[in-house]
């Protein structure tokens, strides 16, 4: 339908006695008259068709074109020919309403955001359903069927109960002349949008953003939130409350001493408080009732008793003292023979006849394997016994070492301070040796110039040479032995020989034949060279020099062979040599022997050389280690110095160390220039 045709105004239509043709063909018509550019004559044709149209054929024309003002030219184009296709009756009409292109009548500016439902008709006064003139039928489907139908049109708007009441006689066709018989043309008034009892469907239209459904009022704060079971957390309870922020008046953990010039209780006081607390917290019959509680006294500075103790199967966990074994202490304590972490289950093993729980220290691995663990000991004193025990099974500087991890391992106050005092008592750090002056520079020497890298690689070369300094001299000394003593037999003699002579025979025959193989090679690559020097008109020299190339190739090819044969037999020959007569740098020695039948011996001679020889090398070892180990203590010493270097010694001798090797730098460039300079003085240029 063409853009500038108003529809909603006709003109009246001329005087014309032809008869007019159906709308959609006099549309057709009057398209085609535009397009020939008719426009005065298609003006008069529409308003004549315009004006013969019925009622039902001038609304669907109205709502094709709120269909294009509607929406854009794609959806408007789809939706229209859904409805040509549900309506057949009217599907020609729609089809020719359709533009071909876009008549750029939808206007975005005015359109809503979201899609809106279809226009729906100003609603008709409210009519009477006699008004419809229907004979109620006598058969009950047919009753039925009525009902459904009156039912259809108060729902949905006409158009929509229209296209639902086709479907049904389509779908029903024992029906579908009820239906068609009783489906009014023209809207009977019986939808009414506003009743809430009749309410339109509305369209499903979802937002593109999906809203969140977490509630920020049930939220829970992390320091209330659960991270482990109900177990563990009975076992780890009240751990930092109990030493850090509810500690009683004796109790060592407390800081007073930081704000009153008070005396902290002695190391003895605490343990017979523990002592106490703990002859009153165990009972011989473990019976819950029998346990005396503690006085009012030992706890006026709690905000909250003690907890009780807690009874598991044959074993007793207790909470009294604050050196105690109980799980919170214990916690990041190592096993004391594989030094790993111990799972909570052997943290207390009950091993002592009066049954207190005396931690041994080990895992279960370690305890299955029969590893020694700590002493018997009193509950209350398990800290400074676990102390004791490794300081007495390591070294003083690996005791120190465990028990600082065990101090940074723990997180109870109380278990770090006994720890500190204990190490501080028995384990006293040796008094270091005094710092050098911050502008102390050792003496000069020449291993001030060595970074700390090369001064570690130094000390490693030299500690491997003085090691292997004697293997070195017995290996020398075993070679020039072999074959200075001639006291081998006759027979044996001349088999070492013969072995030695073949072997060098075979190794001479591959050196030559090596030799041919590459003067073979030589010649084939310069035969090549000459076959691609000469021009390709030259045939009979190509044809020649190609014939020279084939022969010198199978020659080379048989060459190979031979040197691979002779590799083979000289290989062959010098492993039985060296199995007969030794290492092949006594071979010379042996070939000069003479037969011990001839009486021309010199075996005395021999073991003489032999033993002066062995004799001063010996002598040039020990030497040479006495240099080397000087020199290594000298380098170890260094190494030794700089480890008690502070930072800003360090910082001054790395300046030295940068300045020395700018210093050998520039002599080494004045140096290459002097001798270029003689150089120049000593070959003077004479024009060649």
């Avoid at 020719?96 to 955001?113: G, L, M, W």
């Avoid at 509680?293 to 003292?321: F, I, L, Q």
């Avoid at 190509?542 to 090819?557: P, Q, V």
Wanted: aromatic share 4%; net charge negative.
């Amino acid at each position: 339908m063409p853009e500038d045709t108003h529809m909603s105004e006709p003109e009246p239509p001329p005087a014309d006695p032809t008869p007019a043709p159906p709308l959609a063909e006099g549309i057709n018509v009057v398209a085609e008259l535009f397009r020939l550019g008719a426009h005065r004559n298609g003006s008069l044709e529409l308003s004549r068709v315009w004006a013969e149209a019925t009622d039902e054929e001038r609304r669907t024309v109205m709502r094709v074109e709120a269909t294009l003002q509607t929406y854009p030219w794609v959806i408007a184009r789809a939706r229209l020919q859904a409805a040509a296709r549900d309506n057949p009756h009217l599907g020609e009409l729609i089809r020719a309403c359709i533009p071909v292109t876009d008549p750029r009548v939808y206007r975005p500016s005015t359109a809503s955001t979201s899609i809106p439902p279809a226009p729906t008709p100003a609603p008709h006064p409210t009519l009477d359903v006699s008004q419809l003139q229907w004979t109620t039928p006598a058969d009950p489907i047919e009753q039925r069927a009525l009902r459904r139908i009156l039912k259809t049109l108060e729902q949905y708007p006409f158009p929509e109960a229209q296209r639902r009441l086709r479907a049904a006689a389509r779908d029903r066709p024992e029906l579908s002349d009820f239906i068609l018989r009783h489906l009014p043309e023209t809207d009977p008034g019986l939808h009414h949008p506003d009743d809430a009892a009749h309410g339109q469907v509305q369209r499903w239209n979802p937002q593109r953003k999906t809203r969140s459904r977490i509630d920020p009022s049930r939220r829970i704060p992390a320091d209330q939130q659960r991270g482990v079971s109900r177990i563990v957390e009975d076992y780890f309870a009240e751990q930092p409350d109990r030493y850090l922020t509810q500690q009683a008046d004796d109790d060592r953990t407390r800081d007073d001493e930081y704000f009153e010039p008070t005396t902290p209780p002695a190391t003895a006081e605490v343990g017979a408080v523990e002592g106490t607390r703990l002859a009153r917290s165990t009972d011989t019959d473990h019976g819950q009732g029998n346990r005396q509680p503690d006085a009012a006294a030992d706890h006026a500075g709690s905000r909250k008793a003690p907890r009780p103790a807690r009874v598991s199967g044959s074993r007793r966990e207790y909470d009294g003292g604050q050196f105690e074994p109980n799980v919170e202490n214990l916690r990041g304590l190592s096993c004391v023979a594989c030094l790993l972490e111990r799972p909570v289950a052997d943290t207390s093993v009950v091993h002592s006849a009066q049954r207190h729980t005396a931690d041994d220290g080990l895992c279960t691995d370690c305890r299955d394997a029969g590893h020694p663990g700590i002493p018997a000991h009193d509950a209350g004193d398990h800290i400074r016994a676990r102390c004791q025990f490794i300081a007495d099974t390591h070294p003083p500087e690996q005791a120190r070492a465990l028990l600082r991890r065990d101090f940074r391992n723990s997180p109870v106050l109380a278990v770090r301070i006994a720890i500190a005092e204990w190490t501080h008592t028995n384990l006293p750090v040796p008094p270091a040796a005094p710092a050098a002056p911050e502008n102390a520079v050792a003496q000069p020497n020449p291993l001030l110039k060595l970074t700390d890298t090369a001064l570690d690689e130094l000390a490693r070369d030299l500690h491997q040479r003085i090691a292997l300094a004697d293997t070195d001299t017995l290996l020398s000394s075993e070679l020039d032995q072999v074959g200075a003593a001639d006291t081998t037999p006759a027979a044996d003699l001349q088999q070492m020989q013969t072995a030695i002579t073949t072997a060098r025979k075979a190794q001479s025959a591959h050196r030559v034949t090596s030799a041919q193989l590459q003067a073979a090679r030589s010649a084939v690559r310069d035969a090549r060279d000459r076959i691609e020097a000469t021009p390709r008109l030259a045939r009979s020299e190509r044809r020649r020099l190609e014939i020279e190339l084939k022969g010198l190739t199978s020659e080379s090819e048989k060459l190979q062979t031979q040197v691979d044969h002779a590799r083979r037999a000289a290989r062959a020959a010098v492993r039985d040599a060296i199995l007969h007569a030794g290492p092949e740098a006594g071979w010379d020695r042996i070939l000069q022997r003479h037969d011990p039948s001839t009486g021309h011996s010199t075996a005395e001679a021999d073991q003489v050389e032999r033993l002066r020889r062995s004799e001063h090398a010996r002598e040039q070892t020990e030497q040479l280690k006495a240099r080397w180990q000087h020199d290594l203590d000298t380098v170890r010493a260094e190494q030794h110095r700089r480890s008690h270097l502070t930072p800003p010694q360090r910082e001054h001798e790395q300046q030295l160390r940068d300045q020395i090797a700018t210093e050998t730098a520039s002599l080494t460039e004045a140096g290459s220039a002097a001798d270029q300079t003689h150089a120049e003085v000593d070959n003077p240029d004479v024009g060649l």
